[in-house]
């Protein structure tokens, strides 16, 4: 047990819809990533967030948004589905902005 | 784009033998390393990182070896266990100086430890 938490385990929805998920970083951890990961893609890095705000950026899509808040958990939006957004998403987390990251569960996607 | 890559997919041992995963990064800026282990179902372990200031970490059976001249990154785990299967990958920050980290994973290397 990596200390990083992640809801819901498995979302099923689907296209045009929109969901959020969450992710409570281990204790004392100020940053916060999201992943994506699919079997064409791989991992792919989406968003950084430390104490709040934006950090680091990779391919994020327009149609997804991420926040951290005040009590740092961070949640991921992901709006107007599409059936290629059927993937696991990660979040890690670590203490500070480039340090070891540790990854939650995931959450398992699937857009009908 | 960037991408780090991997210079095998797959890697079958023996039990008790050493392994050698290899990786070849392609930012010469990239000044942090780090090697995840995945297990089916599982989110990405932890194994080891690396700085761009240093050429050698060991761990816990674990040694990463980096050449930047040659950008190339390498995981060595000694005496091989079973429990030693799994995916492994490479990843690098493209973000310099510090001021974030956005790791980029290379596509992984299966490792299969037979008995």
């Known amino acids: 047990d990596s200390g990083v938490t992640q809801t819901p385990k498995h979302l099923i929805t689907a296209t045009g819809q929109r969901v959020t998920l969450r992710c409570s970083p281990r204790?004392?951890?100020?940053?916060v990533y999201w992943y994506q990961q699919s079997l064409d893609q791989g991992l792919q890095f989406l968003i950084q967030?430390?104490?709040?705000?934006?950090?680091a950026k990779g391919n994020i899509l327009e149609r997804f948004s991420a926040q951290q808040f005040p009590d740092l958990h961070s949640e991921l939006n992901l709006s107007s589905l599409e059936l290629g957004d059927s993937a696991l998403y990660f979040c890690?987390?670590?203490?500070?902005?480039?340090?070891?990251?540790?990854f939650g569960p995931g959450t398992r996607l699937t857009v009908l | 784009g960037e991408s780090v890559g991997l210079h095998l997919p797959t890697l079958s041992v023996q039990e008790g033998d050493n392994s050698i995963i290899n990786c070849a990064y392609s930012?010469?800026?990239?000044?942090?390393f780090i090697w995840y282990k995945q297990e089916s179902g599982k989110g990405p372990q932890f194994i080891i990182d690396?700085?761009?200031?240093?050429d050698k970490r060991q761990g816990q059976r674990v040694t990463v070896l980096l050449n930047k001249t040659v950008k190339h990154l390498s995981l060595q785990i000694a005496a091989t266990q079973p429990g030693d299967s799994a995916v492994y990958f490479c990843?690098?920050?493209?973000?310099?100086?510090?001021?974030?980290?956005?790791?980029?994973f290379g596509k992984g290397t299966t490792l299969s430890v037979s008995s």
């Open positions: 930012n010469s800026a990239s000044d942090y």
């Open positions: 690396i700085r761009s200031n240093m």
């Open positions: 204790s004392g951890d100020l940053s």
């Open positions: 990843a690098e920050n493209l973000y310099a100086n510090q001021a974030g980290t956005a790791l980029i």
């Open positions: 890690a987390s670590s203490v500070g902005l480039v340090e070891r990251q540790f």
């Open positions: 967030y430390y104490n709040g705000e934006e950090r």
